[in-house]
């Protein structure tokens, strides 16, 4: 007997191609996974322009495509209605009137909604259908250690921001429906029944054999989004006060888009700093390197860049708070920090003897191929839209 197909709805803020970054790789992976089981409809709100060949790319796995571009009009209604609400104010950013009213009009097309990030759960109004939020990480604990960090009106902002995310999530949480995260620490943060935590992947491509290259063999590797702020703080505070008490002057090659001002100017003061934009494979790169390295001591979840580096067989530095999600990191080969102490002795132990942590390396290739697939999310997922269909169809039963 020929399985009945669901419509799906999965709705998010940044279209799921190219591949450069972990939301897309996260995305792009749930729909294939789940349009081999069911009906797939992709609704993306963003501020971006979608080229026709990334639309062809994800088109052949959807059954539909709704685009939602917000206007200037819209974001101001949105910043208003988060000052009335005190709702996050990143939620304005992707207010759009056009996608809340096709919503309200075509919310009966589908038998299942999936909100992917915090911010387009705004629309979860729309739907008495059930409904996954599928959030990833907790932005709120993100934004108030952020706060601690920067210039005074930084700080206020991410303090006022994250006392606005927390109690938005906490209001999703109290709906009583499934809600997702990666790191179990946020999980048990949050301490409510219908908060579940679900594994990790990464690109399917990294799991396999990874040809080195050694170009960057005499030097550090952080890689990942240079202006997100999480990052940029971590590669400005190793600069400071790591890099200058290495041994040997190694280099350090800094990989991500849109570097500040600061990273740049850093960079043009010392040869040993590197900045090398964006590439497009620099996992080959990374694997080569003496280490891939994590300071990170702001932010939220699980972080990709450590996942990658591992799965490529890189030999993955990290800061504490970087190895937190991990249960027991030393099965996955992280070699974890907790003070500038340690950064400075490991790092000159690692330029003196580049092979010292070899078995480190293997590890963290063992841990992946076992661990880091998203095949695995997406049976936890469809488990999830299955109670969740029997659940509504017990209640109206």
Not at 29 to 36: C, H, N, T, V
Not at 185 to 204: A, I, M, P, R, T
Not at 291 to 307: A, D, E, F, M, R
Not at 333 to 354: H, R, T
Request: with cysteine.
């Amino acid at each position: 007997m020929k399985e009945n197909k669901l419509n799906l709805l999965l709705i998010t803020s940044r279209f799921p191609w190219p591949l450069n970054n972990g939301m897309s790789n996260k995305n792009f992976s749930i729909i294939k996974g789940l349009s081999k089981k069911h009906n797939l409809h992709l609704a993306v709100i963003t501020r971006q322009n979608i080229s026709s060949e990334d639309l062809k790319v994800v088109n052949s796995f959807c059954k539909s495509i709704k685009l939602f571009k917000p206007s200037v009009i819209d974001i101001s209604f949105g910043i208003l209605n988060s000052f009335i609400r005190i709702w996050p104010f990143q939620l304005a950013l992707f207010w759009s009137n056009d996608a809340y009213s096709y919503f309200k009009n075509f919310f009966n097309k589908y038998d299942l909604v999936i909100f992917s990030v915090l911010r387009v759960c705004q629309y979860q109004s729309c739907f008495k259908k059930p409904k996954i939020f599928e959030l990833a990480d907790l932005l709120s604990l993100s934004f108030s250690r952020s706060s601690a960090y920067g210039n005074i009106i930084k700080r206020i902002t991410f303090f006022i921001e994250s006392k606005r995310l927390k109690r938005y999530e906490r209001y999703l949480t109290s709906l009583n429906k499934p809600i997702l995260l990666f790191n179990r620490s946020e999980v048990d943060y949050l301490k409510k029944s219908n908060v579940f935590q679900v594994s990790h992947g990464v690109n399917e491509n990294l799991l396999k054999d990874l040809i080195i290259d050694n170009s960057f063999s005499d030097g550090f590797v952080i890689f990942g989004k240079l202006s997100f702020e999480p990052n940029n703080y971590a590669c400005l505070w190793f600069i400071k006060n790591i890099f200058p008490y290495l041994n040997n002057s190694p280099k350090l090659y800094l990989i991500g888009s849109s570097p500040s001002k600061k990273l740049v100017s850093l960079a043009n003061k010392n040869k040993n700093i590197i900045i090398c934009g964006f590439l497009d494979d620099p996992y080959p790169l990374i694997k080569g390197s003496l280490g891939n390295l994590c300071p990170v001591i702001t932010g939220s979840g699980i972080q990709n860049k450590v996942l990658e580096g591992m799965a490529v067989g890189a030999l993955n530095i990290v800061s504490q708070f970087a190895a937190k999600p991990f249960k027991e990191p030393e099965k996955g080969g992280l070699i974890v920090c907790n003070n500038v102490s340690d950064w400075i002795n490991i790092l000159n132990k690692i330029v003196k003897e580049p092979n010292l942590y070899q078995n480190n390396r293997r590890k963290g290739i063992e841990y992946s191929r076992c661990n880091l697939s998203w095949q695995n999310y997406n049976k936890n997922l469809l488990r999830l839209i299955n109670e969740e269909i029997d659940g509504t169809k017990r209640a109206n039963y």
